[in-house]
């Protein structure tokens, strides 16, 4: 497959790249039959999700896979090179200089223990010579470039006294110090709050519309493919399946796949006249039909007595002083909270890393106490049901799948530990229940024996959830439990989700970052912010009428999956204050919230807001 | 600064725990050692002496008594004196303790020598020949006791090819190469075990820092093989190791008993060994205190190091 050629000569050529990797003596192909070109000034997409073979595509350019477990065969033709045919010593001079990457994990990809501006350097003294103040001089003006506040003071500072975002735009700094004509991207906002995945976007578009570099950027999602892509991409197991300007895929895409990724993606506004919570479609890859689920009867139960009832909920943790062990500050990391949540509910906590929404998760399941307020689980006190009892009411689902089973445990074991625990039924029994449970999560029963390595992160995520389900729970807290999966594993947990608590009542706490999810299964949105609840009503009217300026912040910032609608979004500037962290005399100051129609709460923005 | 005052402060109460401990368990254990001096033929001694000698060496007041007097000498670095001879334990633990420092400062940096660019090269290729045959090589190194170790050495060398000294010592002031010479065996013999520990921790440690995400970036950035392996992953893999080393060296300050013994090295294992079979508490003491603060002072050593390598620490 080629792709339509434009009409400058291409930056960067590639025609039938086949990479295999080596793996137990045998050879495993990977990625087959790879054609594509970038042209300078260009951005290219490469969509997939995890598997397909985009981030391996972009390492086999680069020469970083292994050269003695790696067969790499074909053409990658860059400035009339063939980068494949070039030794390390000559593909170092490439890298960072001609060519460079940023990569996903910004926490993970940068040497602890070297300062950032050192990092920075490094890349212009391997390429270029110059003394080594004039390295730190260029360094200081990239982060300048890249919008590092301070650049000056914090040149010498360490990876870990910076933020998510901020550590990208250094890993930017460090990559575009050379002026390279490429850059591969591959998921660099994935690990980023939307508001700083916002802002790293357009600091990319900035530097391109600067520098005429070209761009390869490699994501899983749909919504930042139509905000960044001239043209796509998308790849499905190893192999390329379609490929044309964005406009085109996302106006008629020819794939099924292509079709299932894109009805897979959340859009924001496309639950506007939906009276209640929405299953996704179903796709059949093999037959490549899409199966719209009929629209069903509302699962809330709004008579019958609240599961959940919480009022003036707070957490703080105390920051002592080194020797005498005085609290010097505290961490408002949940304030004054209050939530209601019913039989058949689910009730999404929406905010960015830090706000507090996952203490509050914790809180509810008493895996913290609280330090003040009142949690009513099912018309009972919280602090006073015996923790066995509680833990039959309420259970927890976490972010990561992989690292939230024990991996020396069976899963059959792993879902009936809950019952062991709790001396709840006889042993003989364990294997059965826990063989029915897999099936009801979409598994197979002979699946109980096997350990959690031998599955996929969302077979992974389903085995959390029928430990959850074990003990026939009344209220589940799920704690970013989808925001690891990719977009059809994502949709496919979130439909079980959904049939469970039609069929059992369950009450959700639903706690994410991701919007376009909220919007599609939440019937209540709390916004957090900073420990508070800032916002919080009927999913209508947070997302068709969010008044607090954080929730129109944050939902201005949810890229859009339509490449018409480009650059109608707007990166929100840098908040100053970002962290809940205060004085040991702080008073927190008495909220008003204004109703601003039936069952829509806002918080009386305080002065910061105007 | 405060963190570093912080662990001074840690250390200090430390080294006062374990005098305190020494003090203690001397005094609880069964037999009078006064009366194990007077014995000298097996003969019961007369009581009204045994009293006399206690009182000379203070042993007949309270025990608070001299455990204040105890804390209070140590504080002027007085270690006292022998029971046995009256000679100073203070001149006698300066005289021996360079000579163990010596030994084990000469094994020390004979094993990273060794252990450091054998773990580096062993995790740059793990399947590699060199590798395999160096893990097999540490494994056994590890598993054979020192002296057996030594008594190879002395048989090999000293013995059958005759290259070397069998053991003994001479004073470097007065002929500096047969000092090293006499050195070579005994550093090596413990440098066999200490390389074989090095090359382990580095390799391991190498193995875990090289697939991190920062050292792809390094790459990417183009940075040259050689800096990405000294600059980016050695330093990150350091940390393992600079504990591990320390640890055992510390160790090794009373640990040198064995080594010492067969090559005739006057150290300071042989006061200890001595001095126990001796019940000469004071000389006990004295050598137990000088290894205390050198294994406490060398883990400071260590968390200033780390403060140094990983800035996380410092916090």
Request: with cysteine; aromatic share 6%.
């Amino acid at each position: 497959m080629t792709m339509t050629q434009s009409s400058a000569a291409p930056l960067l050529q590639v025609s039938d790249l086949a990479v295999s990797f080596r793996k137990d003596g045998q050879w495993r192909n990977v990625v087959r039959d790879m054609n594509f070109s970038v042209t300078a000034g260009e951005t290219l997409a490469i969509v997939g999700e995890s598997g397909s073979g985009k981030s391996v595509t972009s390492m086999a350019v680069m020469q970083l896979l292994p050269r003695v477990s790696t067969r790499i065969t074909g053409k990658v033709l860059f400035q009339d090179r063939d980068l494949l045919a070039l030794g390390e010593p000559e593909m170092e001079a490439v890298r960072g200089n001609r060519i460079s990457m940023i990569f996903q994990e910004p926490m993970t990809s940068l040497n602890p223990v070297m300062t950032i501006g050192a990092q920075i350097a490094e890349a212009i003294r391997v390429h270029r010579p110059v003394s080594k103040a004039e390295a730190r001089a260029l360094a200081l003006e990239m982060m300048d470039r890249v919008h590092i506040p301070a650049a000056r003071s914090r040149y010498d500072d360490f990876p870990h006294q910076f933020s998510g975002g901020m550590r990208q735009r250094v890993m930017i700094a460090a990559a575009l110090a050379c002026k390279p004509d490429l850059l591969i991207a591959d998921e660099p906002t994935t690990a980023l709050d939307v508001t700083i995945q916002a802002q790293v976007l357009d600091l990319i578009k900035e530097l391109q519309a600067d520098t005429g570099m070209g761009v390869i950027f490699i994501t899983h999602d749909m919504g930042v493919v139509a905000e960044v892509a001239d043209r796509t991409l998308v790849m499905y197991n190893g192999d390329v399946i379609e490929s044309g300007t964005t406009a085109q895929i996302f106006a008629t895409p020819q794939k099924t796949y292509t079709r299932a990724l894109l009805s897979a993606v959340p859009k924001l506004g496309t639950m506007g006249g939906t009276p209640h919570p929405l299953p996704y479609p179903v796709f059949d890859m093999q037959t490549g039909t899409m199966t719209e689920l009929p629209l069903r009867g509302d699962t809330l139960q709004s008579d019958a007595k609240p599961l959940l009832e919480v009022t003036g909920l707070s957490k703080r943790f105390e920051v002592k002083s080194k020797i005498l062990k005085r609290v010097v500050a505290r961490v408002h990391a949940v304030e004054q909270v209050g939530l209601m949540l019913r039989r058949g509910e689910t009730l999404s906590i929406v905010g960015e890393s830090g706000c507090g929404k996952s203490t509050t998760g914790r809180l509810l399941t008493g895996l913290y106490p609280s330090d003040s307020g009142r949690i009513l689980l099912d018309g009972r006190e919280l602090g006073k049901i015996p923790a066995n009892e509680r833990a039959r009411d309420i259970q927890m689902i976490f972010q990561d799948p992989y690292a939230s089973l024990n991996p020396r445990l069976r899963v059959g074991e792993a879902i009936t530990e809950p019952l062991r625990i709790h001396k709840l039924v006889p042993r003989k029994d364990e294997a059965e229940i826990a063989e029915r449970l897999l099936e009801r999560v979409g598994l197979q029963a002979q699946m109980a024996d096997r350990y959690p390595h031998e599955f996929s992160g969302g077979q992974r995520q389903r085995i959390c959830v029928a430990r959850a389900l074990v003990m026939k729970p009344k209220v589940i807290v799920a704690d970013e439990a989808v925001s690891a999966l990719d977009v059809t594993m994502k949709t496919q947990v979130i439909n079980l989700m959904m049939d469970l608590q039609q069929e059992m009542g369950l009450g959700f706490v639903f706690i994410s970052h991701d919007m376009a999810v909220v919007e599609r299964i939440s019937h209540k949105v709390a916004v957090m912010y900073l420990g508070e609840v800032v916002e919080m009503g009927p999913r209508a009217a947070i997302f068709s009428n969010p008044t607090h300026p954080y929730t129109r912040r944050l939902l201005s910032a949810v890229p859009v999956p339509d490449p018409a609608r480009r650059g109608q979004r707007s990166a929100p500037p840098i908040l100053e204050l970002r962290s809940p962290l205060r004085t040991s005399d702080y008073r927190h100051p008495v909220r008003r919230y204004l109703e601003v129609s039936q069952g829509h709460f806002v918080q009386e923005p305080g002065p910061e807001w105007t | 600064m405060g963190w570093f005052l912080r662990r001074i402060a840690q250390s200090i109460v430390m080294l006062w725990v374990v005098i305190s401990l020494v003090f203690l368990s001397i005094h609880f254990v069964p037999g009078d050692p006064v009366e194990l001096l007077l014995a000298q033929d097996g003969a019961t001694p007369d009581p009204a002496m045994v009293e006399v000698v206690r009182g000379q060496l203070g042993l007949d007041r309270p025990l608070h008594e001299q455990y204040v007097k105890k804390l209070g000498d140590l504080l002027r670095f007085d270690l006292g004196k022998s029971i046995v001879d009256e000679s100073s334990v203070g001149k006698e633990v300066a005289r021996r303790l360079p000579r163990t420092l010596e030994l084990i400062a000469a094994a020390g940096l004979l094993s990273l020598l060794i252990g450091l660019p054998a773990g580096v090269l062993a995790a740059l290729r793990p399947a590699s020949l060199f590798s395999r045959m160096a893990n097999l090589a540490s494994g056994t190194a590890q598993s054979i006791p020192v002296f057996v170790i030594g008594t190879l050495f002395v048989i090999t060398f000293a013995q059958l090819l005759g290259w070397l000294p069998a053991g003994g010592f001479v004073a470097f002031e007065r002929d500096p190469a047969k000092h090293l010479l006499l050195l070579i065996m005994p550093a090596t013999t413990i440098a066999v075990g200490l390389s074989a520990i090095v090359f382990r921790i580095t390799r391991a440690s190498m193995l875990d820092v090289l697939p991190l995400d920062f050292i792809r970036t390094a790459r990417a950035k183009g940075v040259p093989r050689r800096r990405v392996i000294l600059q980016h992953a050695l330093r990150n893999a350091l940390m393992p190791v600079i504990t591990v080393f320390a640890l055992q060296l510390g160790g090794l300050l009373a640990g040198t008993v064995l080594v010492e013994t067969v090559f005739n090295w006057p150290g300071l294992s042989g006061m200890l060994v001595s001095g126990v079979n001796a019940r000469d508490y004071p000389v006990v003491t004295g050598v137990i205190v000088v290894v205390a603060a050198f294994y406490i002072g060398l883990n400071l050593l260590v968390d200033i190091l780390y403060g140094l390598t990983d800035p996380r620490v410092r916090k």
